[in-house]
């Protein structure tokens, strides 16, 4: 599909820009652009859950068991060590 598309000054500065500094060509910028926008889009649209679960966020990291329950136990043993 080809796009024509009018754009202000501003935008074609940002779009010179880009192209210049990423070497893209307008093309790859376009649909790279689609393509992000479409995902921000479509991830905006899900509950706060699905939106962690996609982005890999839960089970990223290690830890104690019981870290949700005693959180201010282990901040404050840690920035005891940190601070001797």
């Known amino acids: 599909m080809r796009i024509n598309a009018r ?3 501003e935008q074609a500065q940002k779009l010179e820009w880009i192209k210049q500094s990423e070497h893209l060509t ?13 995902e921000h889009k479509k991830l905006k649209h899900k509950s706060g859950i699905q939106q962690l679960l996609e982005i890999d966020l839960i089970g990223c990291c290690d830890g104690p068991e019981d870290l949700s329950e005693n959180y201010k ?8 060590k940190t601070l001797s």
């Open 26 to 38: 307008t093309t790859q910028i376009v649909k790279q652009a689609l393509d992000y926008y479409f």
């Open 7 to 9: 754009i202000e000054e």
């Open 73 to 80: 136990e282990y901040l404050t043993h840690s920035l005891e």
